[in-house]
Nanobody, 117 residues
Framework: QVQLVESGGGLVQPGGSLRLSCVAS????????MGWYRQAPGKQRELVAT???????NYADSVKGRFTISRDHAENRVYLQMNSLQPEDTAVYYC???????????WGQGTQVTVSS
């Protein structure tokens, strides 16, 4: 059974930084990509950043230059370093694994990030 566990969310002031971590267990298949999505109240879930097993990285335009995604392939871990956080970054952040060939998505339970003074 695939399980994704996120950590690192919290409350931070505008301009501050947070680092999210996710570890995936129960992986018995080849992973296409790992990444992060977020969902703010009243909005749809949106892509934040993904990193493929070949190293291709994709960022949402709204986070380019501020967020950095990285991955430990051997440990099935993915990280999101978030700098210069703004109130509009407030959301529940979800870890995601996309399976190779089937494109099945697996999700963590989410971690809350709140940016407020």
């Amino acid at each position: 059974q695939v399980q994704l566990v996120e950590s690192g969310g919290g409350l931070v002031q505008p301009g501050g930084s947070l680092r999210l971590s996710c570890v995936a267990s129960g992986i018995t298949f080849r992973i296409y990509s790992m990444g992060w999505y977020r969902q703010a109240p009243g909005k749809q879930r949106e892509l934040v950043a993904t990193i493929s097993s070949s190293g291709t990285i994709n960022y949402a335009d709204s986070v380019k230059g501020r967020f950095t995604i990285s991955r430990d392939h051997a440990e099935n871990r993915v990280y999101l370093q978030m700098n210069s956080l703004q109130p509009e970054d407030t959301a529940v952040y979800y870890c995601n694994v996309k399976r190779l060939l089937t494109s099945t998505h697996y999700w963590g339970q989410g971690t809350q990030v709140t940016v407020s003074s």
